[in-house]
Nanobody, 123 residues
Framework: VQLQASGGGLVQAGGSLRLSCAAS????????MGWFRQAPGKEREFVAA????????NYADSVKGRFTISRDNAKNTVYLQMNSLKPEDTAVYYC?????????????????WGQGTLVTVSS
């Protein structure tokens, strides 16, 4: 499985970024997808996840109302729209696939991880 994340970069607080993750799993439309992040010196944490159909979404409390996860099954891609960014959102963001049914917010739930894309939010 290959997961190619992109869209990270440097942005000022209050700004926006959209991350993309292209996945090689097939058929893509049958796979749940998610995003995690890891800030410097901190443990990796759950950000958001989306069901295979896109009808069910889940977010970490820290990003609710600011981030939106979506997917385009025709493009085999999952997105993370990040608005109202804060310095504490600075982290490497990882997309994940192959849910094992152990709960979306659990690291051990996900079988495959992308290489990560760095998001830096300046104050």
């Amino acid at each position: 499985v290959q997961l190619q994340a992109s869209g990270g970069g440097l942005v000022q607080a209050g700004g926006s970024l959209r991350l993309s993750c292209a996945a090689s799993v097939r058929p893509f439309r049958r796979y749940e997808m998610g995003w995690f992040r890891q800030a410097p010196g901190k443990e990796r944490e759950f950000v958001a996840a989306i069901s295979a159909s896109g009808g069910s979404l889940n977010y970490a409390d820290s990003v609710k109302g600011r981030f939106t996860i979506s997917r385009d099954n025709a493009k085999n891609t999952v997105y993370l729209q990040m608005n109202s960014l804060k310095p504490e959102d600075t982290a490497v963001y990882y997309c994940v696939v192959e849910s094992r049914g152990r709960g979306w917010s659990t690291l051990a739930n996900w079988g495959s991880w992308g290489q990560g894309t760095l998001v830096t939010v300046s104050s």
